[in-house]
DNA sequence: ACCTGCGGGACCGCCCGTTCGT
DNA sequence: ACGAACGGGCGGTCCCGCAGGT
């Protein structure tokens, strides 16, 4: 069952992963999370201990959003360098109809947390280490089953698959031209195709 | 002549560079320019109208920093195929000994920026256009002088090339660990011989 | 009913209108106004979005508390000659028992809002009208009950009362000396039975 | 003969005064002054030790400004009693061709300045002083030469004559309507010609 | 001798994140 | 869940002294 407490801290969230994602931590103001929620500071602060415990609610939330897209993907291919094109693909999309404005909530964690907040910092960490560790198991199950060259680097292969889509949404929201995304998919494709898939 | 002046405006923006890449926009209080630059507030709006005005001298700086960096290497690699890996490694070598801590300065102000700091936002895109335009220049040169492939897509390439360094920058950085940058280099420089180099 | 908050916000407009009164607009600053409500900024700015905000409350309130003087006076006073006499008496008595130190909020008002301060200006315009209307109702009415003479010129009369008692306050003020004020209610008095009494 | 530095210092104070009674003392800014002079801070602290000093000298330029208006009426009017309805028609005058902008410097330098003002207050006395004593005498040499009604009290008149019109002056400002001061004016002359021509 | 403008530091009005009584 | 109160920090402006150049 689901208190209504409950309804509301994941209200809360909802609203307040909107709003950190665009503005940023520091950016956001927890009067910014009273306007979105329509809450008063106390109920707010009701469900959550302070700024930062909130924040790290939000940024999984909004992790957890962009896992479920990958899932979804995952889901409906099989073989892995399919996957790895999907992976790419799923960026695109992202940036055409993002869950939450503002980019990748990793990137931008990442970027903005420094050693004042290094509980942000873990988190982002740690979601990045997700996402990297998935890209990894894909390629690593891709040689057992053949479906990608035994010769193939893991590690290395998985940077930059990784650096790649992260800094071409980067790039194409910075310019709000998706442009760099659609020429990184194409070269994902081709370098999948020629230098990945058995 | 330089006025005194003119070298406590240099001082501060130098200061400020160093304090705005390593804790953003938000994230910078005049305070903390005050106590880096040893001048009190008023020292400090005697040289600049408001915390935006210096905020884009010190980005600028930052930049030209950067700048600075890649001009220098490609003073001293005349080869279009060996410029392009030489900018790889730039990225690298600002890891290893950066200007300013904190990072690539435009990913960071891309990022942050948004739609309440839109100077700062424009002052990315010339800073990133500026950069893009560079590899492009390089390519092109590159392909008249039958250095690189004339089949060679160059908006396309740039674009990944790009990305994928300041992607890999951003992973490095998070993690603290050079490896995702060494890996990149390396993969920039077989890209480079594999699919561009004449 | 009253509810706490409320009754903070009545606290803070009585003992502003103290401060803003002694000290006009400019002249008074927020710490002014902390140390006279024992408030901290924060609960202040809590009641009122701003400074102007809060002075424009305190002005509002300090007209009221002449306003009903005079409402009291004229509850005692039916005769309209009378009640003209009693106008000015009210200024006499004002100097010597002023609910707030520091003069007639209306002409501090009107004296210092300038075109900066458009909203305080509209409103000290309002009560000057609100007190100016009063006299030309009083006397309107004395002419329709033949307590004041036909001929009367209401407008004049009026203006010629209000300013000369705005500015026998002011010299009294000035020079911490009642005598001005004295003479002018003489002046009145002598003024209402030889040029208005019927 | 007149020093370079004897011009600036009349420059500043015609220039300050403009702004002080504009805007007030605590209103006015020294950055105000520096715009409106063209000088820089130090070139003004050269020639007045601190805001104040300028302040005085400003507020004594600007009843210079009045007093010779004055003076020059009364130099084309001998009769007491026309000299008196003259006095009048200066501040009508005054109202629509004012020498500084912003209304009486005395009055919006007494309601101004308060007990943390005590020079400028003193000033203001001062000036109050003099134009009630230029009044009374008038009224004095009147009843000498015969020209005014021998049971006239000086006293109680001039304090009658200066509040009214500083308080008409006052109102016609405050709704930038001349009918005020117009009624004023006509109250005044019929005033003398009854109360006080001999 | 005179002016310029740099630098200081207190203070401004305001907003922040937070606590706690209701 | 509200909202009053807190207290300190925010970005910014103030007035002013003084070193230094002309």
């Given at each position: 069952m689901v208190t209504k407490g409950e309804q509301t801290?994941?209200?809360?969230?909802?609203?307040?992963?909107v709003v950190f994602n665009s503005l940023g931590y520091f950016g956001t103001s927890m009067s910014d999370i009273m306007r979105?929620?329509?809450l008063e500071k106390g109920g707010i602060y009701n469900h959550f201990r302070n700024k930062e415990e909130l924040a790290v609610a939000a940024f999984e939330y909004a992790i957890s959003l962009?896992?479920?897209?990958?899932?979804?993907?995952?889901?409906?291919?099989?073989?892995?360098?399919?996957?790895?094109?999907?992976?790419?693909?799923?960026?695109?999309?992202?940036y055409l109809d993002p869950?939450?404005?503002?980019?990748?909530?990793?990137?931008n964690?990442?970027?903005?947390?420094?050693d004042a907040q290094p509980v942000?910092?873990?988190?982002?960490?740690?979601?990045?280490?997700?996402l990297h560790d998935t890209i990894c198991r894909i390629i690593r199950k891709g040689i057992e089953r053949n479906?990608?060259?035994?010769?193939?680097?893991?590690?290395?292969?998985?940077?930059?698959l990784v650096s790649m889509l992260e800094g071409a949404l980067m790039l194409s929201r910075l310019y709000g031209d998706m442009s760099h995304?659609?020429?990184t998919v194409q070269h994902v494709e081709a370098f999948v195709e020629e230098n990945l898939r058995q």
């Open positions: 801290r994941d209200m809360i969230i909802r609203q307040a992963a979105e929620t329509g962009f896992s479920n897209r990958l899932e979804q993907e995952f889901k409906i291919t099989r073989n892995a360098a399919d996957r790895l094109i999907a992976y790419a693909r799923v960026f695109y999309d992202y869950d939450l404005p503002g980019g990748c909530p990793i990137l964690t990442a970027v903005e947390s420094d942000l910092r873990e988190k982002a960490r740690a979601a990045m280490s997700e479906e990608i060259r035994r010769e193939v680097d893991v590690e290395s292969t998985t940077t930059i995304l659609e020429r």
